[in-house]
């Protein structure tokens, strides 16, 4: 069975552009979660998005913003890139919309210079 | 890839002992943790869970145990193996309100063959 999967896994970006990811969640999973991994951090949560809906937020600029397809697919994307927006973006799906059965993907790497 | 943690504090364990990894929590409210493991390269893998109303559950070579009166999270690793050289991160979730999990700072174990 296929993970979750994300793309693509490295990316380098000059200051000021946008930027898209893109995650596929497990056949099956509903909701889709983004986090910002910083070098030597744990993961801080970005959005949740649960049947194509935004269901939470955390504590990051307005020039990040997500969206969910029908097919449970997702999308996050970030504009005017910021030296600081360099990390490790994690994708997780899981089956509803609680923290139980998160399932990560691998990450793309965003090296902003 | 690339280390996820450069900075983090360091266990450092020999192959065959047992691990204790200890993880303080923020919010009282919380009744779902997690435990990760994160090699390089990857994203966050779920080791074992447990919910507020118990204090102790095991799983397979790991244990992970909860105190809510300090708001405290331990996991135990039993035989410690050359494999499990990793970073773990505990992670805490309100379950009925979305499943945004909050990390801790992470801990770096090293097994030493």
């Known amino acids: 069975d296929a993970g979750v999967t994300q793309s693509p896994t490295h990316l380098i970006k000059t200051r000021g552009q946008h930027v898209t990811l893109r995650c596929s969640p497990i056949s099956g999973h509903k909701s889709v979660s983004w986090y910002q991994q910083v070098l030597g951090q744990g993961p801080q949560f970005i959005f949740q998005y649960y049947e194509k809906e935004e269901r939470g937020r955390g504590n990051f600029p307005d020039r990040f913003s997500a969206r969910q397809f029908p097919n449970y697919s997702s999308e996050l994307n970030v504009n005017a890139l910021l030296l600081g927006d360099s990390a490790l973006y994690l994708c997780a799906s899981s089956p509803n919309r609680g923290g139980y059965g998160y399932t990560f993907g691998s990450g793309t790497r965003l090296t902003v210079v | 890839g690339e280390s996820v943690g450069l900075h983090l504090p360091t266990l450092s364990v020999q192959e065959g002992d047992n691990s204790i990894i200890n993880c303080a929590y923020s919010?009282?409210?919380?009744?779902?943790f997690i435990w990760y493991k994160q090699e390089s390269g990857k994203g966050p893998q779920f080791i074992i869970d447990i919910r507020s109303n118990m204090d102790k559950r095991q799983g397979q070579r790991v244990t992970v145990l909860l105190n809510k009166t300090v708001k405290h999270l331990s996991l135990q690793i039993a035989a410690t193996q050359p494999g499990d050289s990793a970073v773990y991160f505990c992670?805490?979730?309100?379950?009925?309100?979305?499943?945004?999990?909050?990390f801790g700072g992470g801990t770096r174990l090293m097994v030493k063959p």
């Open positions: 992670a805490e979730n309100i379950d009925n309100a979305g499943n945004m999990l909050t």
């Open positions: 919010n009282s409210a919380s009744d779902y």
